[in-house]
């Protein structure tokens, strides 16, 4: 390593606050037996003060989020029961229970979440003209385990209170894992009204009555039109 | 060290949560796009889940986390076949005939705009060294601790992420 860049690096360190009090000292030292070297420093500081600013400014503008405060979706404009119910977290609401319902009751559709109403062709109207609840369902079977699915920041969703199913139990209520949450005729129907069907996987937490903690894997489908 | 039997010893949806806002950073700088960047998350947290062997360290969890991380920003580059921010860009060499110094572009950067336009253009590693910096305001040891590198690593590549990054406000000077 040549000798400047090992003063750009202890230059650094010191703007850094990474330097002992020795080390400091020295560095001072040398800077009175070169006056160049004073004039580095107080670039450096100065320099440091502007990236920490636009960093910092850097990082809000391009809104990375904090804990906890993730879920919306640049496609939530887009998702009709965020519209319809004006908030996104009734969307991620109704997203844990659709996954719920995909993954142990095989809710045949979307139908449930989908309010009336609308414009035309939205992807509620299209959801809602497929609808087939099958939360009605569900409460007939109880396992042994229960699980509360809670929202993204760990609080317990009303209701939410789902028996755990083997696959043969909830084979028995109609659970097909084959088969499309929504059906290759709805996502036709979709593509052909001018919507793009991204499915993706999710993950979800769901806490057991006895305290234990699941994490449930789900498929999530994002809407939106070809145009944006 | 890997165990999966002791594995169970580590709340992994805590240490998710409590090291979220340091990946994100990570994912924002590597991907370039807040939105895949959150989506993304959830994929780490899938992989993680997915993992059968989870570090039993609670020292080694956020360099793992890290590294899952990584994978999963070249991963979504790989799907997209998308060019990170300007590559080419960034990889140029400054068009003036000596290297940019600090008081160069301490001058430059009066106009505030340049400074987030380099930032924006910065190679994604040298963006995310300097994002985890500066806003997580980390030492150098914890860093290293976080990205598994060594701390001679990291003092090299904040060096040289702060050098291209003088570089590239004095294109626009």
Redesign the interface.
């Known amino acids: 390593m040549s000798k400047h860049?090992e003063q750009?690096?202890q230059i650094?360190?010191l703007v850094?606050?990474?330097l002992t009090r020795p080390q400091i000292q020295q560095l001072l030292r040398a800077a009175e037996a070169e006056p160049a070297l004073w004039?580095?420093l107080a670039?450096?500081f100065?320099?440091d003060r502007?990236?920490?600013n636009?960093?910092?400014?850097?990082?809000r503008?391009?809104?990375?989020?904090?804990?906890?405060a993730?879920?919306h979706?640049?496609y939530d404009h887009m998702n009709p029961t965020a519209e319809q119910h004006g908030s996104p977290s009734a969307w991620r609401s109704a997203g844990l229970w659709l996954a719920a319902a995909a993954m142990l009751l095989c809710a045949a559709g979307l139908g449930f979440l989908a309010g009336q109403g609308g414009k035309p062709q939205s992807p509620g109207e299209l959801m809602a003209g497929s609808a087939s609840s099958g939360r009605e369902r569900r409460s007939d079977q109880n396992g042994p385990y229960t699980f509360q699915l809670v929202d993204n920041q760990g609080q317990p969703i009303p209701n939410a209170v789902l028996p755990l199913l083997t696959e043969e139990a909830a084979a028995q209520l109609g659970y097909d894992p084959s088969r499309a949450t929504i059906p290759a005729a709805l996502q036709s129907e979709f593509r052909r009204a001018g919507y793009e069907l991204q499915p993706?996987?999710?993950?979800i937490?769901a806490r057991m009555n006895d305290g234990r903690?699941l994490?449930l894997?789900y498929s999530d489908l994002k809407i939106r039109s070809y145009g944006q | 060290m890997l165990d999966t039997a002791a594995a169970a010893t580590i709340d992994w949806t805590e240490e998710l949560e409590r090291n979220r806002p340091w990946m994100l950073k990570v994912l924002r700088s590597r991907v370039g796009d807040t939105h895949a960047a959150d989506d993304l998350l959830q994929e780490v947290a899938l992989a993680v889940l997915r993992q059968p062997a989870r570090p039993t360290n609670p020292g080694k969890v956020a360099p793992w986390l890290y590294r899952l991380t990584v994978r999963q920003a070249i991963n979504f580059h790989r799907r997209t076949k998308r060019r990170q921010w300007q590559p080419l860009v960034a990889e140029q060499e400054p068009a003036a005939d000596r290297e940019a110094t600090p008081l160069d572009w301490v001058m430059a950067s009066e106009e505030r705009a340049d400074v987030q336009q380099a930032l924006a253009r910065l190679k994604p590693r040298d963006r995310e060294i300097l994002l985890l910096k500066y806003t997580e305001n980390w030492t150098y040891e914890e860093l290293a601790r976080h990205t598994g590198a060594k701390v001679k690593t990291i003092e090299y590549r904040l060096l040289k992420a702060r050098q291209r990054l003088r570089r590239l406000v004095m294109q626009n000077f």
């Open positions: 860049t750009e690096l650094q360190r850094d606050g990474e004039r580095e670039v450096a100065v320099e502007i990236l920490a636009e960093a910092r400014q850097y990082a503008d391009e809104a990375v989020l904090p804990a906890g993730s879920g979706s640049r993706e996987i999710k993950f937490e903690r994490s894997p």
